[in-house]
């Protein structure tokens, strides 16, 4: 039978991811890692992979949890895997940080455990993937996106497992030309698989369905979606054949990794475009905070990608710095913030309104949250992002280290507004009273999970 | 109790013949609480699964020359029987629909809120029609809850989604 029920452990995700957000941006706000180290420095890396790992694929997986049976009309399959999946990537994660730690020469042979974390990282991914792939082959049809969502997956397996070869070239348990090699030239391709095959197509599939649903708008079929989904396809393709050159030759190869660019930004350019023509067609005149939140994500994409494309034409290596700020903290990051804004209010008004609905009067899901105390949220969100990346080019060490102050505290406002909104507190009179939902777990309601 | 139908599809299979069809007009032009007595040359498995889910029990003998007699009763309506349960779920049993919504430009969750509101102030027995802009995978929970049964499927061009539900009495 087909139906979507409220997904256990989405919430313990998204509340680990949260804290790994504001841990990085206070690592940020005080200076550690890069602009203070260099971009490969261990500091650095702890900061990166905090929010790549910690914060954006947490978010993502937990979000996928949710809403894959949205995309497909299925039931999720193998639920139980989805508290492993949590405890295996957190716990890989914090090895792995600590490995880090150890080559920034915290005490102890802390960088031993690179590999054991990068490990379990790959663990955690495939069972999160076996979950997700299982209910996308369970399916009778695939939506596009969960075509895109599909793609993703695969893309995140490829990324973790490099990372987790490259966190061995880093304690030393790999050696050889191949691993100099792997170092110099293996690190784009990691990052392409995770920041832009995984994290941004998951970002791009997810968000197809989610806006037309949120904004009431018609799908969007056509050339523009068919163009970014076989852009994005050419794209991973290149980048996979990069890696099957490197592993072969020890040698990078630019020409595929140049034309892998012009694809990623041809799909890019016919996403953006589907998402103004959704904007466009949507019945709803007046946007809800979440949405008009969207934009400012949509738009970082945009000026990521362009600064990318400049700083590459310009052999600007700070330009490609503050490219993948502006994607990983601006695009992703703030899209995220955004759903996160509705997903938090829906998920808790069906955990404890569903059972009413029909037989006394319901609140509306934007009952849940006051839009105005959020609101600044959001704008000095992506003021602040927008300060950080500029602050990069300029090479404006305490200005980076402001406007991650300004993002940390644009952060913790938003997360207290979703506690809010879990806690039922801003709801009107009426159902001021009714009872509250554990914050991180949703009730044990058996009708909802048969 | 009237009299049970009787159709003798022997002479129809003896031919070579496909009795199925006949035996299904038969079953149309059932009265209420008709009951259909069948003479057939084999016992005719199949068709029991068939009939149970159209909500008939049934009991067969075999008689003299080894053809079998079937009898197939309608089980009542509103019954707890698994017969009974089976034809409330075949939504070829139900009735055309007394209530229809239009939820196409309602935002999540409206059309939900909307749908089951409807169905609170409906009979049992009694089918509402809604047109949706998307599957409503979240309200099924709620509707099995409550005991109604649904079935529903996109129009031909994907837009628009089409629910039938056939308002149960066992909500809980």
């Given at each position: 039978?087909?139906?979507?029920t409220?997904?256990?452990?989405?919430?313990?995700?998204?509340?680990?991811?949260l804290?790994?957000?504001?841990?990085?941006l206070?690592?940020?706000?005080f200076?550690y890692?890069?602009?203070?180290?260099?971009?490969?420095?261990?500091?650095?890396?702890i900061?990166?992979?905090l929010?790549?790992?910690?914060?954006?694929s947490?978010?993502?997986?937990?979000a996928?949890?949710?809403?894959?049976?949205?995309?497909?009309?299925?039931?999720?399959?193998?639920p139980r895997l989805?508290?492993?999946?949590?405890?295996?990537?957190?716990s890989g994660?914090?090895?792995?940080?600590?490995?880090?730690?150890?080559?920034?020469?915290w005490?102890?042979?802390?960088?031993?455990?690179?590999?054991?974390g990068?490990?379990?990282?790959?663990?955690?991914?495939?069972?999160?993937?076996?979950?997700?792939?299982?209910?996308?082959?369970?399916?009778?049809?695939?939506?596009l996106?969960?075509?895109?969502?599909?793609?993703?997956?695969?893309?995140?397996?490829?990324?973790?497992?490099?990372?987790?070869?490259?966190?061995?070239?880093?304690a030393?348990?790999i050696?050889g030309?191949?691993?100099?090699?792997?170092?110099?030239?293996?690190?784009p391709?990691?990052?392409?698989?995770?920041l832009?095959?995984?994290?941004?197509?998951?970002?791009?599939?997810?968000?197809?369905?989610?806006?037309?649903?949120?904004?009431?708008?018609?799908?969007?079929?056509?050339?523009?979606?068919?163009?970014?989904?076989?852009?994005?396809l050419v794209a991973?393709?290149?980048?996979?054949?990069?890696?099957?050159?490197?592993?072969?030759?020890?040698a990078?190869?630019?020409?595929?990794?140049g034309?892998?660019?012009?694809?990623?930004v041809a799909?890019?350019?016919a996403?953006?475009?589907?998402?103004?023509?959704?904007y466009r067609g949507?019945?709803?005149p007046?946007?809800e905070?979440?949405?008009?939140?969207?934009?400012?994500a949509?738009?970082?994409?945009?000026?990521?990608?362009?600064?990318l494309?400049?700083?590459?034409?310009?052999?600007?290596?700070?330009?490609?710095?503050?490219?993948v700020?502006?994607?990983?903290?601006?695009?992703?990051?703030?899209?995220?913030?955004?759903?996160?804004?509705?997903?938090?209010?829906?998920?808790?008004?069906?955990?404890c309104?569903?059972?009413l609905m029909?037989?006394?009067?319901?609140?509306?899901v934007?009952d849940?949250?006051?839009e105005?105390r959020?609101?600044?949220?959001?704008v000095?969100?992506f003021?602040?992002t927008?300060?950080?990346?500029?602050?990069?080019?300029f090479?404006g060490?305490?200005?980076?280290q402001m406007?991650?102050a300004?993002?940390?505290?644009?952060?913790?406002?938003?997360?207290?507004?979703?506690?809010?909104?879990?806690?039922?507190?801003?709801?009107?009179?009426?159902?001021?009273?009714?009872?509250?939902p554990?914050?991180?777990?949703?009730?044990?309601?058996?009708r909802s999970?048969? | 109790?009237?009299?049970?139908?009787?159709l003798?599809?022997?002479?129809?299979?003896?031919?070579g013949?496909?009795?199925?069809?006949?035996?299904?007009?038969?079953v149309?032009?059932l009265?209420?609480?008709?009951r259909l007595r069948?003479?057939?040359?084999?016992?005719?498995?199949?068709?029991?699964?068939?009939m149970?889910a159209?909500g008939?029990s049934?009991?067969?003998?075999?008689i003299?020359?080894g053809?079998?007699?079937?009898?197939?009763?309608?089980?009542?309506?509103?019954?707890?029987?698994?017969?009974?349960?089976?034809?409330?779920?075949?939504?070829d049993?139900?009735?055309?629909?007394t209530?229809?919504?239009?939820?196409?430009d309602?935002?999540?969750?409206?059309?939900?809120?909307?749908?089951?509101?409807?169905?609170?102030r409906?009979p049992e027995g009694?089918?509402l029609?809604?047109l949706?802009?998307?599957?409503?995978v979240?309200?099924?929970?709620e509707l099995?809850a409550?005991g109604?049964?649904?079935v529903?499927?996109?129009?031909?061009?994907?837009t628009?989604?089409?629910?039938?539900?056939?308002?149960?009495?066992?909500?809980?």
């Open positions: 039978m087909q139906m979507a409220i997904s256990r452990w989405t919430l313990a995700f998204f509340g680990c991811a804290v790994a957000l504001m841990l990085a206070v690592l940020l706000a200076g890692g890069y602009p203070n180290t260099s971009v490969g420095a261990p500091e650095t890396l900061v990166v992979h929010i790549a790992i910690g914060w954006l947490l978010l993502m997986l937990g996928l949890l949710q809403f894959l049976p949205v995309l497909v009309g299925r039931e999720l399959a193998l989805a508290p492993m999946t949590l405890a295996a990537i957190v994660l914090l090895l792995l940080l600590s490995g880090f730690g150890g080559l920034a020469g005490p102890g042979q802390l960088s031993d455990l690179l590999p054991w990068g490990a379990l990282i790959v663990a955690g991914f495939f069972l999160g993937a076996i979950i997700l792939l299982t209910t996308l082959l369970r399916s009778q049809s695939l939506p996106p969960a075509g895109f969502v599909a793609v993703a997956l695969m893309s995140a397996l490829i990324a973790v497992m490099l990372g987790d070869t490259l966190a061995s070239v880093l030393g348990v050696g030309d191949f691993a100099v090699a792997l170092v110099t030239h293996g690190l391709l990691h990052a392409a698989f995770g832009g095959g995984w994290l941004s197509l998951a970002a791009m599939g997810v968000s197809y369905r989610l806006v037309s649903m949120f904004i009431v708008a018609p799908e969007r079929k056509g050339v523009l979606p068919r163009t970014a989904f076989i852009g994005v991973l393709a290149l980048l996979c054949a990069a890696l099957g050159v490197l592993v072969a030759q020890n990078p190869w630019p020409i595929g990794l034309l892998a660019a012009l694809a990623a799909a890019v350019v996403y953006l475009g589907d998402i103004v023509a959704l949507r019945r709803r007046k946007l905070l979440h949405m008009s939140a969207a934009i400012g949509f738009a970082m994409l945009g000026l990521g990608v362009v600064t494309i400049w700083s590459v034409a310009a052999a600007n290596q700070l330009g490609v710095v503050a490219a700020y502006l994607l990983a903290l601006g695009w992703l990051s703030g899209l995220g913030l955004a759903m996160l804004y509705k997903i938090v209010a829906f998920l808790t008004w069906l955990e309104f569903a059972p029909g037989r006394a009067p319901t609140p509306r934007q849940l949250v006051r105005g959020a609101l600044p949220g959001f000095i969100y003021l602040a927008v300060l950080g990346a500029a602050a990069i080019v090479e060490g305490e200005l980076l406007a991650a300004l993002q940390l505290g644009a952060v913790v406002l938003l997360v207290y507004q979703f506690y809010r909104a879990r806690q039922l507190v801003d709801l009107p009179d009426p159902w001021r009273a009714h009872p509250r554990r914050v991180l777990m949703p009730a044990n309601r058996q999970f048969s | 109790m009237t009299e049970p139908y009787e003798d599809v022997r002479p129809l299979l003896r031919n013949g496909e009795p199925f069809g006949a035996i299904m007009g038969a149309g032009n009265a209420p609480g008709q069948l003479l057939a040359t084999f016992r005719p498995e199949p068709l029991f699964k068939v149970e159209k008939f049934y009991s067969a003998k075999p003299e020359g053809d079998w007699e079937v009898l197939f009763s309608p089980e009542d309506v509103g019954g707890t029987s698994p017969a009974a349960l089976a034809r409330d779920n075949d939504p049993n139900w009735p055309d629909p209530h229809y919504l239009d939820c196409t309602m935002d999540p969750p409206e059309p939900m809120v909307q749908i089951l509101a409807q169905l609170e409906m009694e089918v029609f809604a949706l802009g998307r599957e409503p979240f309200l099924y929970p099995q409550r109604h049964s649904w529903g499927d996109f129009d031909a061009d994907g628009a989604f089409r629910l039938m539900v056939r308002a149960g009495g066992a909500s809980s």
